[in-house]
């Protein structure tokens, strides 16, 4: 089962990529290779609800049961200690990367209240992070049932060796960004 993205990344994204770096084989074109979303949640050490919220609400999202997150070691000043839950997390790949990615442009993005476009700054490897700051976005959060609004981070690994790719890749899948560079 492929999904439209899916196709479109074979199709026309491809050539287009091919074309525009001068690769010489099919497998240098970069490509997305897993999308990862992340919620820190600090106030988690006073209240332990929030993290099974939490991990309820980004399962919805994403189709894939998330994991907690534990603190890796003790900071007195925050309340801290080894291993105790501080966030969670969900790795998607294959199907389930390209079907959270297709509901994210078409349908997440576009419901953000004043919405401009995303920053276009890359981490220097072609990866790009998302920031979200609050989960209602989502069609399959039910926001009466909302106890409180969570941010999240969404993090776009690709194959690819330097930014402009990144860029370029993520620029053609359908990111919407601000500012075109060059």
């Known amino acids: 089962m492929s999904t439209t993205l899916q196709k479109e990344y074979k199709e026309r ?3 287009a990529l091919e074309k525009e770096f001068n690769y010489k084989t099919v497998m ?3 490509r997305l290779k897993k999308i990862v979303i992340n919620q820190g949640l600090g106030e ?3 209240d332990k609800k929030i993290i099974e919220t939490a ?3 980004l399962t919805d ?3 894939q049961k998330a994991v907690q997150t534990v603190s890796r070691k003790d900071i007195s000043n925050f309340k801290l200690r080894k291993k105790m839950p501080i966030g969670v997390m969900v790795t998607l790949r294959r199907d389930k990367m390209y079907e959270f990615l297709e509901r994210l442009i078409r349908v997440a993005l576009p419901r953000i209240r ?3 476009g995303i920053e276009s700054k890359l981490d220097g490897r072609g990866n790009y992070t998302l920031g979200i700051n609050e989960q209602i976005i989502f069609p399959e959060i039910n926001i009466d049932n909302i106890s409180k609004l969570l941010g999240m981070n969404i993090t776009f690994v690709t194959s690819a060796k330097t ?3 990144g860029y370029a890749l993520l620029k053609e899948f359908g990111l919407p960004f601000k500012n075109a560079k060059k």
Request: glycine share 4%; charged share 40%.
């Open 13 to 15: 994204i491809v050539p």
């Open 28 to 30: 240098e074109v970069p």
């Open 44 to 46: 988690a050490t006073q």
């Open 55 to 57: 991990i309820r609400e």
């Open 61 to 63: 999202i994403t189709g």
């Open 114 to 116: 004043d919405f401009k």
């Open 163 to 165: 930014d402009e790719e």
